[in-house]
């Protein structure tokens, strides 16, 4: 693999292609690519194996359909980033796998910078409001650009806190879609003042199978995750979780157990999450922590060639999927294969109705 670069205007329209294309998540994506060598090269493939595929339909956009999606974010005043570009944030690049392409508006520059994510409640405290904006201001000054969902409550109270130092906010829907509504004067300022940054293509309404992968996109981008005020059941703690599998600092907030909004958290510290009272807790832990790790093989469009796949590993790789969905991290711990070697096996599995990769990127048998 060659190193990074900034891609030609036919790489980005055909990683956007590729990228949009129906039943093509960022496991397929990454499989073909490692398999085929270049994107060029699996949209010239692509036809025939859809031909021939037993497993999920893929249906592919045009040429032209993601011209006019790249046209439309840049009239915005945005940009699509590729997951192979310099300018790709290394918290994202480094996932298992990563997202092959995000947009962007705002203040990219922002992306270059350590970040930590905060989350919690729609139905928070005016206590819990309060200390989301104590910490988002207390990290922005020391540094730190707060991350989060732009959702009600914790998130709105930490974004308006770090407008001056510096906020990203992670849609679920498209780049232009406002959600919820009522933050849409919050919206416009970090439009202006920090950075919008969306997995989904533009003109994307929100669906419910659209906030975890938001939620993933949060936390890749943090060096470290805390959460406050959040029910048993919630968003955030899929947030904690995703940040514990990245390798993330994960830290709450405790609160009262009559509180049902310190379930989240309390059960979170009992699991091994840092305990924070205080801004001076978070940044010791921040700083305690190992950091992200540039991912130093970014070079995914410039493959001489794909990868020639023996039957032996595809086989080998089929015995160690039943019909419990696994990761491709586990499974390359399992296998001894990078996990880029397997996502071009799983995804030959998948062609042959041998495997299944679920929403979220796991793997599993068919039942």
């Known amino acids: 693999m060659q190193t990074q670069h900034v891609l030609s205007d ?10 949009r294309s129906e039943g093509i998540g960022p496991v397929s994506f990454f499989g073909l690519l490692s398999r085929y060598g270049q994107v060029s090269a699996v949209l010239s493939a692509l036809p025939d194996l859809i031909k021939h595929a037993r497993g999920k339909p893929i249906q592919m956009i045009t040429a032209d359909q993601a011209e006019d999606e790249i046209a439309a974010t840049e009239a915005r005043g945005g940009q699509v980033l590729a997951a192979c570009e310099p300018t790709f944030p290394i918290g994202l690049a480094a996932l298992t796998p990563p997202p092959p392409v995000i947009s962007v508006c705002g203040q990219a520059g922002l992306l270059q910078k350590p970040m930590v994510g905060i989350v919690g409640a729609r139905n928070a405290s005016a206590a819990g409001l309060r200390l989301a904006r104590e910490f988002a201001t207390g990290l922005g000054q020391a540094g730190y650009v707060v991350v989060s969902g732009l ?3 914790i998130d709105g109270a930490a974004h308006s806190a770090s407008l001056a130092t510096g906020t990203i906010a992670v849609l679920a829907g498209g780049l232009d879609h406002i959600y919820p509504p ?33 939620n993933r996109i949060i936390s890749g981008l943090s060096q470290g995750i805390v959460v406050m005020e959040a029910e048993a059941r919630s968003g955030s703690l899929i947030t904690a979780r995703l940040a514990a599998e990245q390798g993330r600092d994960v830290m709450a907030v405790p609160g009262s157990p009559l509180d049902p909004r310190a379930a989240g958290p309390n ?24 950091g992200l790790k540039e991912n130093k093989s970014r070079g995914y469009s410039h493959a001489d060639q794909g990868l020639t796949l023996t039957p032996s590993e595809i086989d080998r790789v089929a015995g160690l999927l039943s019909p419990v969905p696994v990761s491709l991290a586990d499974l390359s711990t399992d296998s ?15 062609l042959g109705g041998r495997a299944i990769i679920q929403p979220g990127g796991l793997v599993s048998a068919p039942v």
């Not at 036919?10 to 990228?19: H, I, N, P």
């Not at 001076?280 to 921040?286: I, N, R, S």
């Open 267 to 290: 059960s979170l510290i009992k699991d091994g999450a840092h305990l924070v009272a205080n801004v001076q807790d978070v940044l010791a832990c921040l700083q305690g922590g190992s």
């Open 151 to 153: 959702a009600r409550g």
């Open 182 to 214: 009522e933050h849409e004067s919050l919206y416009h300022e970090i439009a202006a003042r920090g950075l919008l940054v969306s997995e989904s293509p533009l003109f994307a309404t929100v669906h419910a199978r659209d906030f975890p992968r938001r």
């Open 336 to 350: 001894g294969l990078p996990w880029r070697t397997l996502a071009a096996i799983v995804v030959e599995l998948e």
């Open 10 to 19: 036919k790489e980005r329209r055909d990683w956007v292609r590729l990228a």
